[in-house]
């Protein structure tokens, strides 16, 4: 199995933190989304002082890594780099993916949003290991997010040579369609940790990778 084959089974399910002031019960839900078979878990907290960041990430890096998940931090490299998180994932208005690189070293895992395969293609060059690809829907863990949709995601597949992790909206009912589309992975944050159950959600996300999609 190619490295690109490897990185995109394990982003099959990728569970990206909310912004909930209680850091305890975030704990909690990503540790059942991981009992449920989550295969990569971003910590992304936008308010989060430095030292807490830090905190939260080396405990769900330790939680991750007891389930053989990837464990990424959204946007700040310098935490990525303290906690020895897998990689990080940043934004269009972030720093470069060429300057994380060269700070975080060949082996890290990089991640950069794409709304446009413009920008897909951009990423890749820059060396991107995957994209996040979206909003493929409406919604509103990110309000401000901008819309790709179904039919932009399958153009950004088709222009790139590395794993597309799908994002915005999606859930259960959904999912299968973004699978359809092309997509490697489900990226969510609603359906998992404003579940009531989120083991059995993620657990019905990830079966639908065993699924004639």
């Known amino acids: 199995m190619s490295v690109s084959c490897e990185l995109a089974r394990r982003l099959r ?7 909930r002031p209680d850091a ?3 704990v909690d839900t990503v540790r059942l989304a991981l009992a449920g078979g989550a295969t990569a878990i971003q910590l992304r907290r936008k308010q989060e002082l430095g030292r807490r960041f830090v ?4 405990a769900l890096r330790q939680l991750a890594h007891d389930h053989g998940a990837l464990f990424f931090i959204n946007d700040r490299v310098d935490v990525a780099m303290v906690v020895d998180a897998d990689g990080v994932h940043i934004g269009q208005d972030d720093i ?5 690189r060269r700070l975080l070293g060949p082996d890290k895992v990089i991640g950069v949003s794409a709304e446009t395969v ?3 293609r951009q990423a890749e060059a820059d060396g ?3 994209l996040g690809v979206g909003a493929v829907f409406p919604t509103q863990s990110k309000p401000d997010a901008g819309y790709t949709g179904l039919s932009g995601l399958k153009e950004i597949v088709e222009a790139v040579h590395i794993p597309v992790v799908a994002i ?3 859930h259960r009912g959904n999912a299968s369609d973004v699978l359809r589309h092309g997509a490697d992975g489900l990226a969510v944050v609603s359906a998992v940790m404003s579940a009531p159950q989120p083991d059995v959600a993620t657990a019905e996300l990830l079966a639908l990778f065993m699924e004639d999609v």
């Not at 905190?55 to 080396?58: C, D, K, N, V």
């Not at 470069?96 to 994380?100: G, I, M």
Request: with cysteine.
């Open 13 to 19: 399910v990728y569970v990206v933190t909310d912004e």
């Open 24 to 26: 305890e019960t975030l």
């Open 55 to 58: 905190e939260l990430g080396r």
């Open 96 to 100: 470069s993916c060429r300057d994380a």
């Open 118 to 120: 413009t920008e897909a």
């Open 128 to 130: 991107a290991d995957y």
């Open 168 to 170: 915005g909206g999606i």
